[in-house]
Nanobody, 130 residues
Framework: QVQLVESGGGLVQPGGSLRLSCVVS????????IGWFRQAPGKKREGVSC????????YYTSSVKGRFTFSRDNAYNTVHLEISNLEREDTAVYYC???????????????????????WGQGTQVTVSS
């Protein structure tokens, strides 16, 4: 059974930082693509940062470039999203999603097409408020 478990969300003041983590298990050959998505109340789900094996670097949506950093542990089963200089607009539920099948899409494609990710975590709430 595939499981993705996010952690690290919380209430943070504007300008603060958080580190989100996602532990992936149950994918026979590991993940081929993985990403962080977020959904704020009343808004569409948005791909924040994604990484497809074969790409040189992760993709970041423009609103988070320079503030968010994707990383992965050497074992590949845990990925992180370092979030700094948080803004109120970053308030959302953050989800980790993964695709285990070999594919040829780019990191950007996965972020812009979340339906290509068949496996999702339960989400972790990030609230930015003073």
């Amino acid at each position: 059974q595939v499981q993705l478990v996010e952690s690290g969300g919380g209430l943070v003041q504007p300008g603060g930082s958080l580190r989100l983590s996602c532990v992936v298990s149950g994918l026979t050959s590991g993940w081929n693509a993985i990403g962080w998505f977020r959904q704020a109340p009343g808004k569409k789900r948005e791909g924040v940062s994604c990484f497809a094996l074969g790409d040189v670097a992760p993709y970041y949506t423009s609103s988070v470039k320079g503030r968010f950093t994707f990383s992965r542990d050497n074992a590949y089963n845990t990925v992180h999203l370092e979030i700094s200089n948080l803004e109120r607009e970053d308030t959302a539920v953050y989800y980790c999603a993964a695709e285990g099948r070999r594919g040829y899409y780019t990191s950007q494609y996965y972020c812009q097409n979340p339906d290509e990710m068949p496996n999702w975590g339960q989400g972790t709430q990030v609230t930015v408020s003073s």
